[in-house]
């Protein structure tokens, strides 16, 4: 064994990280809201409801005693949904180590101050810098990293060292890491592409084609583009595995629960019954209704995203709302990128 890491949350991606990590060596212990998820994991060596028919590795071992999976810990990967994230961590605070570092994997927003999950970490968790954190993010489904299938991932903080340290943790022959310095460019590419994902399923849900999803894919990226830069990310972070690369993955596969729920949204249900049907967390209905906020505290169009809200939260029709994106005014694609680089039209 090379030690002992500690993962908070045992949900697919939770689950699926500690999988990793255990196939790495480290004696992983995952901590589980639920006992009967804990004694299934370490027992069983199943989690049949987030990950059905995968066999779990001996190295993990699972509770629901928190204090029992942190204390003592050096590395603590927090992987649990935006909307239980800061309870979670106020309930670790006790129990976490001054010299500790701590990732997360969620991808999405506090509701409170629609703060990044690393501004949560650091807001709560006082006894760390900003220089312990880091996040975890990319074009991952837990369902192929459960399957050691080949995936990349990239990890950014605020110090090298704590990037190359968590990706240390995490590499192996089917699990590549990347590091980035730029944590706010991953993190707001990791939430905001599962408001694509909603509209890219909603698209497929009302039978149309693969030339809306591309437009969808491409448009929505420049609004996610446009916020990121106005909220202090690095527009090449976009372009990379946290941004285009997790967008494609989320758009286009039918392991995405956001994808998922909005093909059940274009078929014609109706949002409370998706959510009761799916069983799970989708980060994008959430995510949307902050996005839409930020937009106008920072001033940036988002029209798609503005599209999406209205179908959640004002009771639009889907057609109406993709008709209303068809029916906007002419505009020039490149012209962000023409204001950056000084481009303009010849004579």
């Keep these: 064994m090379n030690g002992s890491v500690a993962v908070v949350g045992a949900g697919s991606w939770g689950t699926a990280l500690a999988m990793v990590l255990a196939d790495n060596g480290y004696d992983v212990r995952l901590w589980a809201r639920r006992q009967e ?10 989690n049949e409801k987030y990950l059905p028919h995968v066999r779990l590795p001996e190295g993990i071992r699972a509770t629901s ?16 949904p935006s909307g239980s994230f800061r309870e979670t961590v106020r309930m670790m605070v006790p129990y976490v180590r001054e010299d500790a570092f701590v990732a997360h994997a969620t991808k999405g927003f506090d509701i409170q101050g629609y703060q990044r999950m690393s501004e949560v970490l650091q807001a709560e968790l006082t006894q760390l810098t900003k220089r312990q954190i ?58 905001l592409k599962n408001i694509i994902a909603l509209g890219c399923g909603l698209s497929d849900g009302l039978g149309f ?38 967008l494609v993955v989320t758009c286009t596969s039918q392991h995405s629960r956001n994808w998922r729920a909005g093909f059940l949204l274009g078929k014609g249900e109706k949002l409370d019954a998706v ?17 839409y906020r930020l937009s106008a505290q920072y001033d940036v169009e988002m029209p798609i995203t503005r599209a999406i809200y209205q ?4 009771g639009k029709e889907p057609m109406e709302a993709v008709e209303d994106l068809m029916e ?20």
Excluded: C
């Design 275 to 291: 959510l009761r049907k799916m069983n799970m967390v989708v980060e994008g209905v959430r995510t949307t209704e902050i996005a």
């Design 209 to 246: 084609g693969d030339n809306a999803k591309a437009a969808l894919m491409t448009r929505g990226l420049a609004e996610i583009s446009r916020l990121g830069v106005k909220m202090g990310a690095a527009q090449l972070t976009f372009t990379g595995l946290a941004g285009v690369g997790d």
């Design 65 to 80: 005693d928190l204090q029992s999976v942190i204390e003592g810990q050096e590395h603590i990967f927090v992987v649990v």
């Design 328 to 347: 906007r005014g002419r505009t020039h694609e490149m012209e962000e990128v023409a204001r950056a680089v000084s481009l303009s039209w010849e004579s």
């Design 37 to 46: 998820v804990a004694d299934e994991i370490t027992y069983r060596r199943t």
């Design 134 to 191: 880091a996040v975890v993010s990319g074009p991952s489904h837990a369902e192929e990293v459960s399957r050691r299938l080949p995936t990349t991932v990239v990890v950014a903080s605020a110090a090298r060292a704590t990037a190359e340290r968590i990706q240390n943790l995490l590499m192996n022959n089917s699990f590549r890491v990347y590091t980035n310095p730029d944590v706010i460019g991953t993190e707001l590419g990791g939430a």
């Design 311 to 314: 179908v959640l939260f004002e």
